[in-house]
């Protein structure tokens, strides 16, 4: 495989998993703007855009936060390059160079979601109904993982595709998270609602209630979705899935296996630091720079895997 396919791969995964992660982002600030007073609303909606660290891209082309130009901006922006319609789009354009050694049936996915997303209009957000159109970004994002998981070979184009996928998922959790202990600590409300809004939010109400009932709290939230190992939109849970995929991966740009090493030791050290935590460290009052060091880390590893297999000419990142 050359490293130039081996990161177009990658970044199909990243792509992808980040149009998801961004659909599942936007639906927990849509439902958290509901709540409170009508003049905290473009506070609220600011807040979006700086959870995706997209002020400065968005005071480009807009001078204040309203709904619909804040999921204008986020959904079908041709000019912001981590909007949905970006994304997909990209994750496109990285699988159509590698049409020949892929099943059919992914590109087939894939052109449907990006023809259906670049058809729609800003008016078509609001009148579906936010919570309906991005179930339907999830949904579609969801039929190319069951191809990808039902036609592709477990080769090392698999692996490297799963490598993006769990990284991403890794850094977009910590992001959910992080946004709403925000959003608790300045809006100083209760957090049951918002709590549980992230749980619908990441799919994961019944599977958090089969393990704390009705209990909903910071700490059983973080518990749950830093530290799990049976959910799969966990954090530890796609740590142990990345680990594994880097080291299946036999691709490696020398002959010596040092960089492929340095990429799978730091996931493992990531991981064994999850394994350490306790329940005092889930509290509200230490939970926001732990997210803050896990998104570092995610950044850290993203940068020693390119380093490890990929070179400076790849697909665009």
Not at 145 to 166: A, C, I, N, P, T
Request: with cysteine; hydrophobic share 40%; aromatic share 12%.
């Amino acid at each position: 495989m050359l490293n130039r396919n081996a990161e177009a791969l990658f970044w199909v995964g990243r792509y992808m998993e980040r149009a998801e992660n961004h659909a599942r982002l936007i639906d927990v600030h849509y439902h958290i703007q509901q709540e409170g007073d009508y003049e905290r609303k473009e506070q609220k909606w600011e807040r979006l855009i700086q959870a995706l660290g997209a002020e400065y891209d968005y005071s480009r082309l807009y001078g204040t936060y309203s709904q619909k130009d804040v999921l204008t901006f986020i959904t079908l922006s041709r000019d912001y390059s981590n909007s949905l319609f970006s994304c997909v789009s990209q994750a496109r354009g990285n699988l159509r160079t590698l049409r020949e050694k892929l099943p059919s049936e992914m590109w087939e996915v894939m052109n449907s979601f990006y023809l259906w997303l670049g058809a729609k209009q800003p008016d078509d957000l609001l009148a579906e109904g936010p919570h309906s159109f991005y179930k339907a970004v999830k949904e579609r994002s969801g039929m190319f993982y069951g191809v990808q998981q039902s036609v592709m070979l477990r080769e090392d184009e698999w692996y490297f595709m799963e490598s993006g996928k769990y990284l991403e998922r890794a850094e977009n959790t910590v992001r959910i998270l992080h946004s709403v202990i925000q959003a608790i600590l300045e809006d100083q409300a209760p957090p049951y609602l918002y709590l549980l809004t992230v749980l619908k939010s990441v799919s994961g109400y019944q599977a958090f209630r089969k393990y704390y009932a009705d209990a909903v709290s910071v700490e059983h939230l973080m518990e749950f979705l830093i530290g799990s190992p049976q959910f799969p939109r966990s954090i530890q849970f796609a740590f142990t899935r990345l680990e594994e995929c880097l080291a299946r991966i036999e691709f490696a740009l020398s002959d010596s296996p040092l960089p492929k090493e340095r990429s799978i030791r730091l996931a493992s050290r990531v991981k064994a630091e999850l394994d350490c935590l306790e329940k005092g460290q889930m509290t509200l009052p230490y939970v926001r720079p732990l997210l803050d060091e896990m998104v570092l880390a995610c950044q850290k590893l993203g940068k020693t895997i390119e380093c490890s297999f990929f070179t400076l000419e790849g697909a665009t990142a």
